[in-house]
Nanobody
Framework: VQLQASGGGLVQAGGSLRLSCAAS????????MGWFRQAPGKQREFVAAITSGGSRNYGASMKGRFTISRDNAKNTVYLQMNSLQPEDTAVYYC???????????????????WGQGTQVTVSS
């Protein structure tokens, strides 16, 4: 499984960005997908996850601002980020696990495949 993340950039506080993660493989619809982020000097942080069945989960500080979705026809998972704040600045990574899961996976150790990351910078 190969993952290609895109959509990062520079945005002012209060603005929005939509990240995309394109995945290879014919069974994308079965993958559990997730987004994580890592700021300089900090540990990787859970952002959002979605199961093959569409169940979602979010990190505490993302609830109400971020939305994860998937388009199985395009082998792509999205992260819509609204009301961005400077503390959201980080490299954002998408991750995939091709084993069935009924719950969204929030532990990075549960994912086998990772994209290269896309930088999100929010200016104040």
């Amino acid at each position: 499984v190969q993952l290609q993340a895109s959509g990062g950039g520079l945005v002012q506080a209060g603005g929005s960005l939509r990240l995309s993660c394109a995945a290879s493989g014919p069974t994308f619809s079965r993958y559990a997908m997730g987004w994580f982020r890592q700021a300089p000097g900090k540990q990787r942080e859970f952002v959002a996850a979605i199961t093959s069945g569409g169940s979602r989960n979010y990190g505490a500080s993302m609830k109400g601002r971020f939305t994860i979705s998937r388009d199985n026809a395009k082998n792509t998972v999205y992260l819509q980020m609204n009301s961005l704040q400077p503390e959201d600045t980080a490299v954002y990574y998408c991750a995939a696990d091709n084993r069935y899961s009924s719950r969204p996976l929030s532990d990075p150790n549960e994912y086998d495949y990772w994209g290269q990351g896309t930088q999100v910078t929010v200016s104040s």
